[in-house]
Nanobody, 121 residues
Framework: QVQLVESGGGLVQPGGSLRLSCAASGSIFSINVMGWYRQAPGKQRELVATITTGGMANRADSVKGRFTISRDNAKNTVYLQMNSLKPEDTAVYYC???????????????WGQGTQVTVSS
């Protein structure tokens, strides 16, 4: 079994910062792309950022210049540093990862349970 556990969400004022973490655990053989998505009330889940094993990052236009994605391959963990937060960044943030386990050679997509980020004064 594989689990992704997010942490670091909370309430922050506009202009503030938060750092999200997502740690993968279980019978992991290999992790490919890891990413962050978010879903605001009444809206579809949308891509925030992704990062490859080698560190190549992709970010949504709405967060460029404000959010940074990074990962620690030794810890099977992906991070999202969020600066200059805006009220429109309010959403549940989910991490995902393409993971191959010791039991199955193909990569499957796993999701975390989500963490709430609220930007409000």
């Amino acid at each position: 079994q594989v689990q992704l556990v997010e942490s670091g969400g909370g309430l922050v004022q506009p202009g503030g910062s938060l750092r999200l973490s997502c740690a993968a655990s279980g019978s992991i053989f290999s992790i490919n792309v890891m990413g962050w998505y978010r879903q605001a009330p009444g809206k579809q889940r949308e891509l925030v950022a992704t990062i490859t094993t080698g560190g190549m990052a992709n970010r949504a236009d709405s967060v460029k210049g404000r959010f940074t994605i990074s990962r620690d391959n030794a810890k099977n963990t992906v991070y999202l540093q969020m600066n200059s937060l805006k009220p429109e960044d309010t959403a549940v943030y989910y991490c995902n990862a393409q993971i191959a386990t010791f039991y199955r050679g193909d990569y499957d997509l796993y999701w975390g349970q989500g963490t709430q980020v609220t930007v409000s004064s």
